[in-house]
C-alpha cells in the first residue's frame, strides 16, 4: 500500500512541474528565448533556472517540431534586428560625417 506522504509529495511535484510548463508556455507567448525565460522565471517566479531548464527540455523533446521552429523563428527575429540596427548606425555615421547636409555630391 502507498504511503499517504509520499503519494501527497508525488502530487505536489507533479502540480508544480505542470505550473512551471504553465509559466514556460507564457514566456513562449512573448518570444522569450530558453535563458530569458529561466531569467523570468527565477525573478518573477522564484523557480530555480535548472527547474525551468529541465522542464523546457523535456517540453523540447515532446514537441521537436515546434521549438525547431521557434527557435529558427527566434534566429531570424534576431538577425532582423542586427541588420535594423546596422543600418541605423549607417545612417547616424553618414549624417554625421556630412554635419547634416544631405545633399550628394556626384
Known sequence: M???SSSSSSSSSSS???MVHRLIEECLVFKMSKEECMEALSKHANIKPVITSTVWIELEKENKEFFEAYTRGSHE???EIEKRQRIQRSLHAYIRDNNG???LHY
Do not use: E, K, L
Open 101 to 103: 547636409n544631405d545633399q
Open 77 to 79: 527575429r534576431a538577425t
Open 16 to 18: 508544480y512541474i505542470h
Open 2 to 4: 502507498a504511503d499517504s
